[in-house]
């Protein structure tokens, strides 16, 4: 509502159950009879939930018929002057169901909050969509309540991602941590940093944060007597690693007289699986078999699909050595993570994101371990950083020379400002102009930078002050991109994309609904034509459940198992109007079916569809293709 309709609403509470005049009204908000009308409507909708009615009666005007207690209760919901944000409110709401046994009803949550049954409705759907990514289900009965059932530990994983939340968090926890103590965080704190000292162990930012916050869970969980359930609780003691356990043990005698609590033994193994899934700074002393054969496995199965020589990266292997420890305790004793920068991963490395997918599905029954998404966008961080790292050691820099007349002193100088400004220029000489002519004869030259003219050459070239003033430097600037833009454009129209799309083809104004269906449709398409086998379209579909494969600008990218297809293509839909993909809109799909054997236009694809989808005006074309010779021109384009 605005300022005026809460100002009426806010007079007819202070005045119950009297009628007033339509025009008194008006006159008293300075506004038209017509308009107090339309407000009144309107006051009605919102409170339509409500207890309350409108009386309209002729001759004497409207009133408010409402009971004293709900009265009260509105009008302090309408004079909140900072009522909670709704990303707050909802991670409160959460809280409350998940850390409570009781059921809570949708009055007693608006009367709370200061807001209406249909926003706190709208709360408990979006909560009830979260708490199923942890095996949890929201139950909502009439007259009781709602409230949250399911395993203790799945409402721990829960709570311990309430920061999800918090749209101004990136991967902190301290949203949750406002919802304990904070003088139990600073003995929790106090107690894991004298643990780190004693057991020569360091935990990262982000590990150190999330021990304090189960640490938490688990002493607010003990005191309300909702405890961990561990099966052969003595096998677990005995199969438990005895260091963690024995910093679990350490953990307890420290916190447990100062929080006056008595930590039961299924709880300290609880905690000691946090303690070897939290991420440390530390090689690992033990799995070290398992988690080493898993990374060069990987790292194998990546420069295979790649052909980038990753196995010559020793910082990647050992980088990984140390990240799957924490990841193969993580999966194996449920605790999920959410990674914060997965939309942006997608958006940028689509193609490393897609190739480590690829490898970790080959190596899932190989070491029956299911790694999910959040988890391998990590990994992909980690072989994008090897690729900056060799592209560095083997980058092939433009082969430039100098052509200076005035001597030597300032050809030197010349020569160091251009060395200095530019990494990626080598020059391979330094000559008077007399000497040009025959120089380019027996050297490869990519591009000459003179201070004087010279006669006309093949060799592209630019005359520039012997200081490299900065009109200079603008110039040589304008020539490097300008080349990059005429290779890109080179590289485009020899691009493998548009040879796959003419193999298998376009639907153009689609209007399905959910990207299932669009999904299958495409799929069906290319099982139609042949060229996938049946399977493909289900493979496909169970990709796209396990996480949406939009990469950002109104384009996805979904595919199915490479040894499904028998002829590689990729098949186009195009929306009439855009549909949701994973918290996205999308407009243009295209659907990936590339067989092993031309594993190696892969990159090249995702590529140039991850360029597409950074040209807003292009896939507005785009999605009004009609055939695909149409959406090749557009892309040649």
Request: with cysteine; net charge negative.
């Amino acid at each position: 509502m605005n300022d005026r309709q809460k100002s009426l609403m806010q007079f007819l509470l202070e005045n119950p159950n009297t009628y007033v005049h339509i025009e008194q009204l008006a006159n008293k908000l300075h506004c038209s009879e017509k308009t107090i009308r339309n407000d009144l409507t309107l006051i009605e909708r919102e409170y339509d939930d409500e207890e309350l009615e409108l009386i309209r009666k002729q001759g004497a005007g409207v009133a408010l018929h409402v009971e004293e207690g709900l009265r009260q209760t509105l009008y302090q919901r309408l004079l909140r002057s900072n009522p909670l944000p709704a990303n707050e409110r909802v991670m409160e709401i959460a809280y409350q169901l998940l850390a409570s046994g009781k059921s809570v009803t949708l009055k007693e949550l608006a009367n709370k909050y200061y807001t209406n049954k249909a926003v706190i409705k709208s709360d408990l759907q979006k909560i009830e969509d979260w708490v199923k990514r942890f095996q949890l289900e929201l139950v909502s009965k009439q007259r009781i309540g709602s409230s949250i059932i399911g395993e203790e530990l799945h409402k721990r994983n829960a709570i311990a991602r309430l920061s999800e939340w918090n749209a101004t968090v990136s991967d902190s926890n301290h949203p949750v941590l406002g919802l304990f103590s904070m003088s139990e965080a600073a003995i929790i704190r106090k107690a894991l940093t004298a643990m780190e000292s004693k057991f020569a162990v360091s935990f990262t930012d982000g590990g150190f944060e999330s021990l304090v916050i189960h640490a938490l869970i688990m002493i607010s969980r003990i005191r309300q007597r909702e405890v961990i359930q561990i099966e052969n609780i003595d096998d677990k003691l005995h199969s438990a690693y005895q260091k963690e356990y024995e910093m679990t043990m350490w953990l307890s005698g420290e916190v447990e007289e100062k929080l006056r609590i008595a930590i039961p033994k299924a709880e300290r193994i609880y905690f000691s699986w946090h303690l070897l899934s939290s991420k440390t700074n530390n090689r690992p002393d033990k799995d070290i078999r398992e988690t080493s054969d898993f990374a060069e496995d990987l790292i194998h199965k990546v420069q295979e699909l790649t052909m980038s020589p990753f196995l010559t990266d020793h910082l990647l292997f050992d980088g990984l050595v140390i990240h799957l420890h924490s990841v193969f305790h993580r999966v194996k004793f449920g605790f999920p993570i959410t990674n914060p920068l997965l939309i942006e991963i997608k958006k940028l490395y689509p193609y490393m994101l897609r190739i480590i997918q690829l490898a970790l599905e080959e190596l899932r029954s190989l070491y029956d371990l299911q790694i999910p998404e959040d988890e391998a966008a990590y990994l992909v961080l980690h072989f994008q950083a090897s690729l900056e790292r060799l592209s560095q050691r083997s980058a092939i820099s433009k082969r430039v020379l100098v052509v200076c007349h005035l001597g030597v002193g300032i050809s030197n100088l010349l020569r160091a400002k251009l060395e200095s400004h530019y990494r990626d220029m080598e020059i391979i000489g330094t000559i008077g102009k007399m000497d040009v002519d025959t120089y380019v004869k027996e050297h490869d030259v990519d591009m000459i930078v003179s201070t004087v003219e010279l006669q006309s050459l093949a060799i592209p070239y630019l005359v520039v002050s012997p200081l490299l003033e900065s009109q200079d430097k603008a110039k040589i600037d304008a020539f490097f991109h300008a080349s990059e833009k005429e290779t890109l454009q080179e590289e485009w129209k020899q691009s493998s994309l548009f040879a796959l799309i003419k193999e298998g083809g376009l639907i153009p104004r689609i209007e399905l609904e959910h990207r299932y269906e669009i999904v299958e449709l495409l799929a069906n398409k290319l099982y139609e034509q042949e060229m996938v086998e049946k399977q493909f379209i289900h493979h496909a579909l169970v990709r796209e459940r396990e996480s949406a494969t939009g990469i950002g600008g109104a384009i996805a990218i979904p595919h199915g198992q490479p040894d499904l297809v028998k002829k590689s293509g990729i098949m186009v839909g195009l929306m009439k109007s855009p549909v949701e993909w994973g918290g996205e809109k999308v407009v243009v799909v295209f659907l990936l079916a590339i067989a092993p054997k031309d594993k190696h236009v892969m990159k090249d694809v995702i590529q140039h569809i991850s360029a597409i989808s950074k040209q807003p005006d292009l896939v507005n074309k785009l999605q009004h293709a009609l055939v695909p010779e149409q959406l090749i021109s557009y892309l040649s384009n």
